[in-house]
């Protein structure tokens, strides 16, 4: 037992072995990103870099002329149409009833002499008793014959005359108005007023061709 006891104080007083020291250990090349930019800066000012010359457009324009562009059609012809409607038209003319379609305002009206209309609206500056012409007209018929306009029947094949007998009112109109999460109701009237036209003449008149 004294034995063992004896070996491990020696082992424990025997000189530890020397490790290297810092000095002999070869130390770890660090990157030098600061020389590397430089390089990078010397390179780009060298003047031996070649500059690249502009290139030339790649698309030219052509010399040719462009092509040129294709004659509309050509709708039918003048004398055609007068010829038509000089062969038909009498034919119109001599059948009683003629009837129109007539534009006022922007609406159309198909009215035979005698009939009374009830505009949409108060046409202004108009007084009972005024007389009208209206000029704009899209269809001239009887009953086998019909005249179409594109869009509208030249004025002077026809004269329609219109007569202003008055304007009439209508009721008054009460309307209650509500808004949510509002106790307050609004009480609206409204009395609209339209103006009554009565066609007074209706006659086609010879073309002048």
Known sequence: MSRSLLRSVLELRAPLA??????NIP???ALST?????????????PSQSKIPP???TNPTPSTPPNPQKPAPTAPSEVA????????FPLLRAQPRHYI?????GRPYLVTE???IRLPFKMPGVLPGDVLRLDKASVLGSRDYTLKGSPWIDSQLFECRATVTGTESEPLRIKIKTKRRNRR???VTSKHKYTILRISELKLLEPSL
């Open 114 to 116: 005698g009939d009374q």
């Open 18 to 23: 020397r490790l290297p020291s810092a000095s």
């Open 27 to 29: 130390k770890p090349r």
């Open 34 to 46: 600061t020389t590397t930019m430089m390089q990078n800066i010397d390179l780009a000012a060298s």
């Open 55 to 57: 290139t030339a457009p």
């Open 81 to 88: 149409a007068k010829a038509s409607l000089s062969q038909l």
């Open 101 to 105: 379609t007539a534009h006022i305002h």
């Open 185 to 187: 109701s609004q009480r």
